[in-house]
């Protein structure tokens, strides 16, 4: 694991894949607490309720989807 100091990532606005980690990562409960410090200190609040906006469509999608290939794939 790299370490950064703390001039490098904490003292500018997380990057859109900074922004997509952190709202994989908290929707699976694995968010690690520099990342979490991180985004309360620098993270607009608008791009991670977009963010998990977008990530539990795609989830529900996605749950969707998988429903529906077991269903045809069981003949019903």
């Given amino acids: 694991m790299t370490t950064m100091s703390s001039g490098d990532s904490n003292s500018k606005r997380p990057t859109v894949f900074q ?40 989830f529900v999608v996605a749950v969707i989807a998988v429903v529906n290939l077991v269903i045809k794939s069981a003949g019903t």
């Fill in 19 to 58: 922004v997509i980690a952190s709202v994989v990562a908290a929707a699976f409960g694995v968010q690690s607490s520099a990342n979490r410090e991180r985004d309360f200190a620098f993270g607009s609040a608008k791009a991670y309720i977009i963010g998990g906006i977008i990530f539990t469509v795609l």
